[in-house]
């Protein structure tokens, strides 16, 4: 079976982390979401943690060499030799550069990127009615994805809480960040031939089911 390397790309609260949870039921691939990785060093405090602090609070990108080094040491770690799904990486054309020659060095390639794409109204209205998990970051919304019990996770029992970066001057401020810094990549990969575009307005359960037939399809092309 070939392998499927995978790329969700699309602005923040677009539903990258959302979908993720469900590709990775239907696919059982490794599951590397930068952010998350990012927020468990903070939250550990160790050395990548507290680099990367300020930078989030800020609603600003890391810094390349910093992130870059902590996705490749996942790209190359034998759970991820028949494929992985990355989620928030890259997000600058530099990013994408060090991921693009780390794979050609080891006869590896992008398999497509799945650009998720919401406009910048419904980024604001989801990300200030988000609520993650405090242990698992399990993620809900207030209107359009309540926990059964208010306030606590359904899987795990945590408290809800609100993302530190989803306060609402920082949401503007990412959004700004991913018009300038990350939408280079869509051109980029749509050059390429990679690029395939999912309009994230739709139900959750919808843009799953668009992805998974797009997938499917790519999966066949491949084994021609
Ligand atoms: P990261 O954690 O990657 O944040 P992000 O890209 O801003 O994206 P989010 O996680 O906010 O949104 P999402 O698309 O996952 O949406 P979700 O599914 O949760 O990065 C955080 C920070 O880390 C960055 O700002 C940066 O500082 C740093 N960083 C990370 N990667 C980096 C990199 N490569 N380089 C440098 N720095 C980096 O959904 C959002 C909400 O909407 C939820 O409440 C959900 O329930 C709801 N929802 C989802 N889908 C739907 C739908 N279809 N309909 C209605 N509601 C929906
Ligand atoms: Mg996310």
């Given at each position: ?57 800020r609603g ?110 920082t949401?503007?401020h990412r ?50």
């Amino acid at each position: 079976m070939s392998q499927l390397n995978l790329i969700l790309l699309g602005p923040p609260g677009a539903g990258k982390g959302t979908q993720a949870e469900r590709l990775v039921g239907d696919f059982g691939l490794p599951y590397y979401a930068t952010g998350d990785i990012l927020r468990a060093a903070v939250k550990e405090e160790s050395d990548l943690g507290g680099e990367a602090k300020e930078f989030m609070d800020r609603g600003d990108l890391v810094p390349d060499d910093l992130i870059c080094k902590v996705v490749m040491e996942r790209v190359d770690a034998p759970e991820a030799a028949d494929g992985f799904l990355l989620d928030g990486f890259p997000r600058t054309v530099p990013q994408a550069e060090v991921l693009r020659g780390a794979l050609e060095r080891r006869s590896r390639h992008l398999t497509a990127i799945l650009l998720i794409g919401a406009p910048d109204e419904e980024v604001i209205r989801r990300l200030s009615g988000r609520r993650v998990c405090r242990d698992k970051g399990h993620v809900y919304h207030l209107q359009f994805d309540p926990p059964k019990n208010e306030g606590f996770c359904d899987q795990d029992g945590s408290p809800l809480l609100l993302r530190d970066d989803d306060a609402p001057e920082t949401v503007q401020h990412r959004l700004d960040v991913f018009h300038d810094q990350t939408k280079p990549l869509v051109e980029l990969y749509e050059k390429q031939g990679l690029l395939r575009r999912f309009d994230g307005t739709r139900a959750p359960d919808e843009v799953h089911g668009h992805i998974r037939a797009t997938l499917a399809t790519l999966r066949l092309e491949e084994e021609l």
